[in-house]
């Protein structure tokens, strides 16, 4: 079974794979980039509202054979300490009236 070796940039820094796992297919290598992205964004958010995540997976020639990206961004719909909306939000459906 091929090798894949998976980088992961935490919004800060970029931790390179050296030890890599085996997996039977590109698709799932798909799925294990896909699926570490969560646990890395809970893992760092404590500290911050906004982060990019993201894992490539590289080949045992070291060549990237597939990236995903996670952009977290949490905020405020209304300021906490008044009470009220900061911003009007926009319509759901603006084709409705």
């Not at 590109?26 to 570490?36: F, G, P, Q, S």
């Not at 009470?83 to 409705?96: L, M």
Request: glycine share 6%.
């Amino acid at each position: 079974m091929p090798r894949y070796f998976f980088d992961v940039f935490d919004g800060r820094k970029l931790i390179r794979d050296e030890i890599g796992i085996e997996l039977a297919s590109l698709e799932d290598v798909r799925i294990a980039a896909i699926e570490a992205l969560p646990d890395i964004a809970r893992d760092e958010l404590p500290d911050g509202d906004q982060r990019l995540f993201w894992v490539e997976a590289r080949d045992g020639q070291n060549r990237a054979v597939f990236k995903a990206s996670l952009d977290f961004k949490a905020e405020w719909s209304a300021d906490p300490r008044e009470g009220r909306p900061r911003r009007k939000a926009p319509p759901i459906n603006s084709a409705e009236g």
